[in-house]
Nanobody, 125 residues
Framework: QVQLVESGGGLVQAGGSLRLSCAASGGGFSSYTVGWFRQAPGKEREFVGAMTRSGGRTYYGDSVKGRFTISRNNAKNTVSLQMNTLKPEDTAVYYC??????????????????WGQGTQVTVSS
């Protein structure tokens, strides 16, 4: 079983950057696909990005493509989300998640077995 803890959220002005981190404990981190999701008030959960176990493949949601970058360090059991050129519409609670499933299901939140508690990101205009 994996426990995930996000950090790095906060308040930033539009156009700025933030880097979120997710620390995993419990073992087996390198065997999981890791993903980032977000949820804004009154909206459905949205896929942000995912990275395969070895880091060989990354996937991004259309709304963040070209602005956000996922990286992972399996030796340190961490995954990061670098967010650049932030927009007010990026405001949400951001969650990291981990799971094992068919690679094609990376954008489906229900496929992830483990979730962090979330970290708030607020982008002011």
């Amino acid at each position: 079983q994996v426990q995930l803890v996000e950090s790095g959220g906060g308040l930033v002005q539009a156009g700025g950057s933030l880097r979120l981190s997710c620390a995993a404990s419990g073992g087996g981190f390198s065997s999981y696909t890791v993903g980032w999701f977000r949820q804004a008030p009154g909206k459905e959960r949205e896929f942000v990005g995912a990275m395969t176990r070895s880091g060989g493949r990354t996937y991004y949601g259309d709304s963040v493509k070209g602005r956000f970058t996922i990286s992972r360090n399996n030796a340190k059991n961490t995954v990061s989300l670098q967010m650049n050129t932030l927009k007010p519409e990026d405001t949400a609670v951001y969650y990291c998640a981990a799971g094992t499933f068919l690679y094609s299901d990376y954008a489906i939140g229900e496929r992830y077995a483990y979730w962090g508690q979330g970290t708030q990101v607020t982008v002011s205009s």
